[in-house]
């Protein structure tokens, strides 16, 4: 049965609880076996109903299932014997002895014996094990509890003892949906439409021809009706709104060994089972799919022309778990970027986390080594050596004896990239700090297994970092990444462990492990043996990864005999879902394999690399990356899945890169190009590399389309780990003086010195401009104003503009719907804070969420209509952002103070975030910190974990120099492209944060930008910050020091005359998707200007002092103000 008939079941169940068919809710448990109600269970057995406890147990299990169940029925039956017994019924008693108990003699004949001896008692209570039985009540309460513990513990039931978090009425919701939505494909609606039957598709009949809209209070006016259209439900336990329980691992025991030792469960005087003292295994909810959800339907008339074919089950969103990938051959990295010579045979390959171009390599001859794949230069490199041998074991001091040399079997960094861990072929494991200069520190060495060390992982079981080990001993260890504290050892392989594979779901954490048998185990972080007893496709060398949202569980792996299988699990069934097709017959040595994202697997086989979409078992595309790799390559995705490393035959590796990757690569290269010439005498080769990569560590926005034309490098900024090198810096400070003193800070107050177009309105609805955006094809920009209005600009493919995208060149048309009704948002009654509005697009700029104080609106940006509305107020919405990974999922700052986390397919609040003392005023999620970040008006700083929701750290902004604290106003947050520095806006002050709150540097309003900051924003590359101020100039900054760049004056991009053009400034700046140096600023006035550089400058102003010269030369002059000279960021404050 598909999981939506399954869910339909569950949709009934509550439909017939609700409305008290209490027979019929449990024959239907029973048929369907999807539920086993335990609350039910228990009432026949207090009850004695012995005969429907088995009939209701016989629709989820049966006595030879497994030890659980014969267990389960052996309890029943000797209770039923037992009260016979008691009763004097010696007949009915012999009856239960021969029809139930007899099939249990075949498996414990001796215990089967001693039950029948019970007959010849006059009491069997004279039974030494019997001598406490009490009263039958008493018996079947203690009896009760054991029955519990056995059926918590069996596989067979892991997933069915919860009933799923449904809300109440949900079969009357989606049918009021459904009559909705017909109501709305009606060629003639009626205002109150009069709806006798479910049996045939509701349509209105025709009323005089015309067509009336359904009124706004209608019960089927609403995109999303409520179950309030009903009779409301009363209370339906057991059908109360809990976490389905299930685990990834439980289903692997179903099928598992028999032999294996369960955990026991329950004891008594005449078990079937052993008992040791264990607990159950794994009782702990199933973790939801985070799969990213589809994009919304492009256009509203396609999404009406499948619900009427009835192919799409849902309104606005898709989310059911594991979708089909959209995606194309180009998002694959293919195309040789780099080819880098380590000098020795790669044997291991990995990426830093966040740093996307950093490279780990470890090879044969022991050797580690890291690349700046942009630059092509190795900026660290470490040789094999025992750092202590003196504290090493016997076993491995003497094969140092016989051969001091050793290979890398695997080396990989840690989760958050400051520390990277090495595995190698003899007994040891070596760690080492990343530091901020480059360099490597070493941390931890490890004497780890006897022989080799095969792999290597990091984990969190105790929200302490770990490190897990498996080795040519058979075992796997756990050791503690601080101090290298052994913490666990697992035994029970027969043969080396080959990988490791930690994980986890909600709060349960445990491993996967491989062995060379062929073997597959699970181990929870305790001492009760393993989990799981599985044989991997192939029976030998086998690896195990998880997509990047850690739903779908992948393996690759070869055979002795060279066949090599990558497949997909079923977690929840321990069985193989997907086996993927495309090798060759007879690999030549061990298939390696990877994951990228939630999109691809990658293997290298026959001397290419093959790639797949996870959801097609058909071999995608392949490349040989332009020959020259061996027979079974080794490679690794970076994170973001646009760079791919892979290993050469000739001691080398290659880079491959999709589009994205290519961006990244030319500005790294740029970067680190332009920082070699920033001085004559650099201070590190090292820092200068390392820090150039600061803020190219992620793409995944738009970047800017001249790439060619490299901008300039930041100077090295303060960071841990540099205070070493600071004598090296010393000598060049009067120097710097020196260029500070002759530097003029471009100040633009000529509307010739730059370009400027106010775009057309002639719309009568005037008010300040609250939010401004692109699209993100940058042909378009979209403003909501003070009065709750869209106004949408479009530019046009023309002769003088070929892109179609956004210029000051050519004027937009200001698009209007063939109704001429703009898009306008519901407004509370009482009017509301301009601070209120909010706005949020959808990546394929076909849908805009809003708010402007009441209801939260859904708007299709193809025709202009609402959609859905949902949220209303109190309290109201102040901000919108869509999770990245999906996008049904929203966080929704609110005016309370709150952060709701919102599903709009299922019309839910997942949970509500607190923290905050004033309304919530800006947000940002970063996938590669995986975390959200809050700014309120209170000028706090939240940071909130995307797995749990929890706050993992909050502060206030700190005043400048001569402001009282605490400060108080509306406070934006957004992260750089890198993904892991925030640029946090206030009125007093622009600031940089890392991931920990920890403050890098500041600028505040001083001299000629004395004004308060109305706006800032990022420009698209990450290489400039734009703010505007109260006093309508605005700055542009150099984003990696905050220096002041250019400062445009209001005189040159307002038209002259104005009418109250004395108090107009721009309310908010945007930053176009791709063109770097374009910016919009909307206007309190209402209007919006697009602004950029003229064609002969192309840049704004010239670089700070310390900053190189674009191709060495000093940019052409603008006429300066020599006030703005002294403008420079300020220290970080701690």
């Not at 001796?110 to 406490?132: A, D, G, H, V």
């Not at 692997?252 to 040791?276: F, I, K, R």
């Not at 009835?310 to 990295?333: C, K, M, Q, R, T």
Request: charged fraction near 20%.
């Amino acid at each position: 049965m598909s999981s939506l008939s399954r869910e339909l079941v569950f949709l009934i169940l509550q439909f017939l609880d609700e409305e008290k068919f209490k027979e019929t809710v449990h024959r239907l448990e029973q048929e369907s076996g999807f539920f086993f109600n335990m609350k039910h269970f228990e009432d026949l057995v207090q009850a004695g109903e012995w005969d429907e406890v088995e009939k209701y147990l016989s629709g989820f299990t049966k006595v030879e299932d497994n030890r659980y169940s014969m267990k389960i029925f052996f309890e029943i039956r000797k209770q039923k014997y037992l009260e016979a017994l008691d009763r004097h019924d010696r007949g009915k008693a012999v009856e239960i002895l021969v029809k139930d108990l007899k099939v249990f003699s075949s498996f414990n004949e001796e215990l089967f014996k001693e039950i029948t001896q019970l007959l010849t008692l006059e009491n069997f209570r004279q039974n030494e094990q019997l001598s406490k039985y009490g009263d039958t009540k008493s018996a079947r309460n203690i009896m009760l509890i054991e029955l519990k513990k056995l059926i918590e513990a069996n596989p067979l039931f892991r997933d069915k003892l919860t009933f799923p978090p449904i809300k109440a009425s949900r079969l009357r919701t989606l049918i009021n949906q459904s009559l909705n939505w017909q109501h709305q494909l009606c060629k003639n609606p009626r205002p109150n439409p009069d709806i006798k039957t479910l049996f045939v598709d509701h349509t209105c009949a025709p009323a005089n021809g015309a067509r009336t809209p359904p009124p706004a209070n209608s019960p089927l006016g609403g995109p999303i009706p409520k179950a309030g259209a009903f009779p409301p439900a009363g209370a339906h336990s057991p059908f109360q709104p809990v976490v389905t329980p299930s685990s990834a691992l439980a289903g692997w025991m179903t099928g598992a060994n028999p032999s294996l030792p369960h955990a026991a469960v329950a004891s008594g005087p005449l078990g079937l089972v052993p008992s040791p003292n264990s607990a159950p295994f794994l009782k702990h909810p199933r973790t939801p799919p985070t799969a990213p959800g589809m994009e919304y339907q492009a256009d509203s008339e396609h999404l009406m022309k499948r619900i009427r074919a009835g192919h799409s089950e849902e309104v606005s969103f898709v989310g059911p778990a594991h979708h089909p990938n959209v995606y194309s051959a180009e998002d694959i990295p293919r195309s040789v970027v780099r080819t880098l010579h380590q000098g020795s045979n790669v044997m291991s390959l990995d990426f830093h986390p966040h740093q996307q171009t950093i490279l780990l390599v470890g090879t044969n001859i022991g050797d580690i080594a890291i690349w700046e794949v942009g630059s092509r230069e190795r900026i660290s490199h470490k040789t094999f050596r025992v750092w202590d041998i003196s504290v090493c074991s016997m076993p491995l001091q003497a094969a140092l004896m016989k051969d001091a040399t050793a290979s890398v079997n695997r080396c990989l960094w840690s989760p958050d990239g400051s520390i990277l861990g090495v595995a190698f072929s003899k007994h040891i494991v070596q760690t080492y700090a990343f530091m901020a200069n480059g360099e490597l520190r070493p941390q931890l060495e490890i004497d780890a297994h006897i022989g080799g060390v095969n792999d290597i992982a990091f984990s969190h079981p105790n929200k302490s970092l770990s490190i897990v080990t498996c080795g040519d001993d058979k075992t796997i260890k756990v050791w503690d990444a601080a101090t290298g504290q052994r913490q666990h050892t697992f035994e029970g392989h027969d043969a080396s462990v080959y990988s490791v594979c930690p994980h986890y779901k909600e709060n349960i954490q445990f491993i996967f492990s491989t062995a060379l048998d062929g073997k597959i185990k699970a181990w929870l972080y305790d001492c009760l043996g393993s989990r799981v007893d599985y044989d991997a496709p192939g029976l030998w060398c086998t690896t195990m990864a998880y997509s990047a949202d850690g739903t779908r569980l992948f393996s690759c792996g070869t055979s002795k005999d060279g066949e090599s299988h990558l497949v997909e699990w079923n977690e929840t069934e321990g069985s193989i879902k997907r086996t993927y097709s495309g090798f060759r017959k007879r690999s030549t040595g061990v298939v390696q394999f990877d994951t990228t994202r939630n999109r691809f697997l990658a293997a290298g086989d026959e001397f290419q690399i093959k790639f797949w979409d996870m959801d097609n078992k058909d071999m995608l595309t392949f490349t040989d990356a332009d020959g020259g790799l061996p027979a079974s390559p080794r490679l690794r995705f970076n994170k973001e899945g646009s760079l791919l490393a892979v290993t050469t035959n000739d001691n080398g590796i290659r880079i491959l890169a999709n589009s994205d990757g290519q961006r990244l690569i030319r500005i790294s290269e740029s970067r680190a190009y332009e920082n070699s010439r920033g001085s004559s005498q650099p201070v590190s080769s090292k820092t200068s590399v390392v820090t150039a990569l600061g803020s190219v560590a992620n793409v995944s926005g738009p970047l800017a389309t001249s790439l060619e034309r490299p901008e300039k490098i930041p100077p090295p900024m303060p960071m841990a780990g540099l205070n070493s090198r600071m004598a090296d810096v010393k000598p060049r400070i009067s120097e710097d003086l020196d260029k500070v003193k002759s530097w003029k800070l471009a100040d633009i107050v000529d509307p010739n010195l730059l370009k400027a177009l106010r775009l057309p309105d002639s719309s009568t609805a005037v008010g300040k401009i609250m939010r401004l955006l692109y699209t993100n094809s940058g042909s378009a920009v979209l403003a909501l104003t003070s009065n709750g209005v869209h106004k949408l600009w479009k530019w046009q493919r023309t002769d003088r503009n070929s892109s179609g995208k956004s210029t000051p060149s050519v004027a937009p048309q200001l698009w209007q719907p063939a109704n001429g009704v703009p898009m306008t948002n519901d407004m509370s009654e009482s009017g509301s804070d301009e601070s209120t509005a909010c706005i949020a697009l959808s990546k394929n700029d076909s849908y805009v969420m809003s708010a402007s104080g009441g209801k939260v609106s859904l708007f299709n940006m193809m025709t202009f209509k609402v959609m859905t509305t949902f949220m209303p107020p109190p309290p109201a919405a102040t901000f919108l952002a869509f999770h990245p990974q999906d996008n049904n999922i929203i966080a929704i700052g609110m005016e309370d103070s709150t952060i709701q986390i919102y599903n709009v397919r299922v019309d839910e609040v997942k949970t509500k975030l607190k923290g905050h003392q004033k309304k919530i005023t800006g947000l940002a999620f970063s996938q590669t910190m995986n975390v959200l970040v809050s700014s309120g008006a209170d000028a706090q700083i939240c940071v909130w974990s995307m797995d749990g929701w929890e706050k993992r750290k909050a502060r206030f902004i700190q005043p400048p120099a001569g402001r009282a604290a605490p400060l108080s106003g509306e406070t934006r947050v957004q992260f750089h492209n890198d993904q892991t520095q925030l640029l946090v806006i206030h009125e007093t002050q622009l600031s940089v944060y890392d991931v920990k709150l920890e403050t890098l540097r500041t600028w505040s309003p001083r001299e000629t930008l004395q004004a308060p900051i109305s706006s800032a924003v990022y420009s698209c590359d990450g290489l400039l910050v734009y703010a505007g101020f109260c006093d309508g100039a605005v700055g542009v900054f150099d984003a990696d020091s905050l220096r002041l760049r250019c400062r445009i004056s209001p005189s040159s991009y307002i038209p002259s005359p104005l009418p109250n053009g004395g108090g107009v400034y721009p309310a908010v700046v945007a930053a176009h998707p791709s063109e770097a140096n374009q910016i919009a600023l909307g206007m309190s006035d209402g209007g919006v200007h697009v602004v950029e550089p003229p064609e002969a400058e192309a840049k704004w102003g010239a670089p700070p002092p310390g900053q190189p010269q674009e191709n060495g030369a000093i940019l052409p002059s603008i006429p300066s103000n020599p006030a703005l000279n002294s403008q420079s960021s300020d220290a970080p404050s701690r």
